[in-house]
């Protein structure tokens, strides 16, 4: 786990702090071999992303780029990266999620040749709404 890298990619997402030590253990639970990926522009941090091997796959997660920096090849130049790497370790094919709503992220990864494999719904628990669920714990 690299706790500089964590904090880029919080930096850029603006996620709950709140929720902040949850997810660098969910991270930090990824196996190994793994790429944590920082790009830059003209020096200044620009992105970031996590390159997960598994056999012959390559999972890309935590891809992020700072909003002044959109549009100048971080993203592209990150999975260009990746992709070496995972080549180099025998890995053949990649995957990653992204939502349907981040129009950037899409056209980034159809340029790089990946193509929707399938959709499914994200739903989030919240405790404090009524009905049925009310009362239990998560």
């Keep these: 786990f690299e706790q500089e890298w964590f904090d880029l990619y919080e930096a850029i997402?603006?996620?709950?702090?709140?929720?902040?030590t949850g997810r660098a253990a969910i991270i930090?639970?990824?196996?190994?071999?793994r790429a944590f990926l920082r790009a830059t522009v003209d020096g200044v941090p620009a992105g970031v992303g996590l390159g997960v091997l598994w056999g012959a796959y390559l999972g890309i997660?935590?891809?992020?780029?700072?909003?002044?920096?959109?549009?100048?090849?971080?993203?592209?130049?990150?999975?260009?990266?990746?992709?070496i790497w995972a080549d180099m370790n025998r890995a053949r094919t990649a995957y990653l999620q992204v939502?349907?709503?981040?129009?950037?992220?899409?056209?980034?990864?159809a340029r790089a040749g990946f193509q929707t494999a399938y959709n499914y719904p994200y739903r989030l628990f919240n405790r404090d709404a009524p009905g049925p669920r009310q009362g239990l714990r998560a």
């Design 13 to 20: 997402e603006r996620e709950d702090p709140t929720r902040a």
């Design 28 to 33: 930090d639970r990824t196996p190994s071999p």
């Design 61 to 83: 997660f935590c891809m992020a780029t700072h909003a002044e920096f959109r549009r100048r090849g971080a993203a592209s130049g990150m999975l260009r990266a990746m992709a």
């Design 99 to 109: 939502t349907a709503g981040n129009l950037a992220g899409l056209a980034v990864y």
